[in-house]
């Protein structure tokens, strides 16, 4: 993300994953009240019918690649793909998409 003036988003889904850290984390409180600060400055974007369909067409060519990816990470990657975004993950499971701009947000 080295581009000036690039929007950072997520969706609802990878915040119920963020929650399910909440409950795993000692002090849910903070963790929370942290989270809350990171959501203000992020984009939320929904998940729709188009978003749907592409979630469906990434399933259907990582089973006939044996491959397997959390439902949560098929939507990421379905909706980066709806939106022409990058997707920022360290995830190596989402190199089994072809055709996905992905980005290593950990690489310096």
Known sequence: MKEKGAHVGTCVP??????????????????RKALARLLAALRIWNLDEETALLYGDF?????????????????????????????LTSDRDFDALPGLAIENWLDA
Do not use: F, N
């Open 14 to 31: 990878a915040l119920c994953e963020l929650e399910v850290g909440a409950c795993q984390v000692r002090d849910p409180a903070s963790y």
């Open 59 to 87: 399933y259907h060519q990582l089973r006939q690649r044996g491959r397997v990816c959390s439902q949560v990470d098929i939507m990421l990657a379905a909706l980066a793909r709806q939106l022409g975004l990058i997707l």
